[in-house]
Every structure is written in C-alpha cells, then in structure tokens.
C-alpha cells in the first residue's frame, strides 16, 4: 500500500505559477504510477496529469499541455506538478493518485486518464487563483 500526501496549495493571482508536491510513504513507490485529478465546486473530478512509476511517460489534460508539467523523484518519493500562468478556471481542490504499475506492465494513456484506474488517492490540496 501506500499513502498518499499533497502540499504546496495556495491562494494566488491569475498569470502566477505554484507547484504542488505529492509526498508518498510506503514501498515500491517507483512501481506506482501517479495522477493528478482536480475537482472544482459543482464539478465532477478530472484529469489533470499523469507519469508512468519508471518517471518515462508524461500524459497531460489537452487543455493544460503547456502550462502544466508533471514530474517525479523516485529517490524522495515525491510527485511534483509545475502549474504556470495560472487561470481563474484552475481553481479546484488538487489530488494525488496511485496504481501499482512496475515499469514491465504497459498501459495505454487512456488507463491513466481514468480515475477509476487509481486505487489510493490523497486527501487533496485547494488551489484558488483570483481574477
């Protein structure tokens, strides 16, 4: 198993830039592949981003490439997603989400723009961007 915490929300300004960190404890965490989804009120969870456990594929919302990158340090665990020029319509609640995936296993990209693909998700980090 594995827990699962994010870090690094905030209240900023549209045009600003935040990184989010999602700390995992637990073994194997580069077997895992990793996801970020977002919520906003009123709206169903979406995908946000995504990195294979090995680190070597990427997968982006088609509305963020650009704008967002995701990341990741097997050596400390952690998940990073770099979000720049910051939109009022970023605002959500941000999560963290693992599948145990060992880089032998291949899935196709659209497994991990799937939130039912996850099994262990965190408890979220709000991110709000002002006008």
């Known amino acids: 198993q594995v827990q699962l915490v994010e870090s690094g929300g905030g209240l900023v300004q549209a045009g600003d830039s935040l990184s989010l960190s999602c700390a995992a404890s637990?073994?194997?965490?580069?077997?895992?592949?990793v996801g970020w989804f977002r919520q906003a009120p009123g709206k169903e969870r979406e995908f946000v981003a995504a990195?294979?456990?090995?680190?070597?594929?990427?997968y982006y919302r088609d509305s963020l490439k650009g704008r967002f990158t995701i990341s990741r340090d097997n050596a400390k665990n952690t998940v990073y997603l770099q979000m720049n020029t910051l939109e009022p319509e970023d605002t959500a609640v941000y999560y963290c989400?693992?599948?145990?995936?060992?880089?032998?296993?291949?899935?196709?990209?659209?497994?991990?723009?799937?939130?039912?693909?996850?099994?262990?998700w965190g408890q979220g980090t709000q991110v709000t961007v002002s006008a």
């Open positions: 990195i294979s456990s090995s680190g070597g594929s990427q």
């Open positions: 637990g073994r194997a965490f580069s077997s895992y592949a």
């Open positions: 989400t693992a599948r145990f995936s060992p880089p032998h296993a291949t899935y196709s990209g659209g497994y991990y723009r799937t939130r039912d693909w996850y099994d262990y």
